[in-house]
């Protein structure tokens, strides 16, 4: 399984971005999207998940009420929509699947990732 993650780039404090995750196989009938990102200098970290079957989402604290995520099962992509940018949100940003529908913020628990997409929010 290929993931792709695209949509990154500059935006301004208060803008927004919308990033995509595609995937070149959907291998489980039931499995669970997620996104994190790294910062430069840190590790990464979990931003938001989603199960296919019942979409039932998850979020970090840092980003409820400003992202949202997003799956449409006619596309077979995912989506990231951050809204209310800050210049904290710089980081690249993956998108991962795993297996189960159950949502996860565990890193350890996605079987693939795609390549990340950098996201720059400048002040």
């Known amino acids: 399984v290929q993931l792709q993650a695209f949509g990154g780039g500059l935006a301004q404090a208060g803008g927004y971005l919308r990033l995509s995750c595609a995937a070149s196989?959907?291998?489980?009938?039931?499995?669970?999207i997620a996104w994190f990102r790294q910062a430069p200098g840190k590790d990464r970290e979990f931003v938001a998940s989603?199960?296919?079957?019942?979409?039932?989402?998850d979020y970090a604290d840092s980003v409820k009420g400003r992202f949202t995520i997003l799956s449409y099962g006619a596309d077979n992509k995912e989506y990231l929509q951050m809204n209310s940018l800050r210049p904290e949100d710089t980081a690249v940003y993956y998108c991962a699947i795993k297996r189960g529908s159950r949502y996860s913020p565990l890193m350890g628990d996605y079987e693939f990732w795609g390549q990340g997409t950098l996201v720059t929010v400048s002040s």
């Open positions: 989603i199960g296919y079957t019942d979409h039932n989402r």
């Open positions: 196989a959907r291998p489980w009938s039931s499995y669970a």
